[in-house]
């Protein structure tokens, strides 16, 4: 099955430490914010890695996946996730812009495994991956907010 290369670029209104923090704090609960029904257990977590397993039922069967996350402060990541449907190599790197803003460019290629994880064209795979990052901006920017005004007080 063919590899595909994909890119997307998103911004937050926050500064490059809290995004990094923020988008390496990997925890069980992140299946809630992309809106989907996994379920992910933490395997091991140090300051130069993270390894996370995402379990989740689907029509035709289980998708397992297996996250090693290789952590390089102060703003990049790789990961590469191994599935029974797909594999992944992703790419991280955080950029510093004017007004206290961060840009993520988010750079991963993909190794379907299976006929449906092969259907997906290189626009349909940034678009979707897009959006799910659009919901984790006004998150990160809420957690942002909030952060700020306990500071203050």
Known sequence: MKTVNC?????????????YSWCTDYQPSDSKLEKEAYVRKIIERNPRRVIFEDLQEMRDGWSLQRAVVMLHPPNRWHMDNVGNRRHVRADYVLSSLAGDRTQLYLRWKVWPKTAAASKLTRAERERSVASFWRRFVAALEKDYKRSNKRRTR
């Open 7 to 19: 890119e997307v670029k998103v911004t937050f209104r926050a500064p490059l430490h809290f995004v």
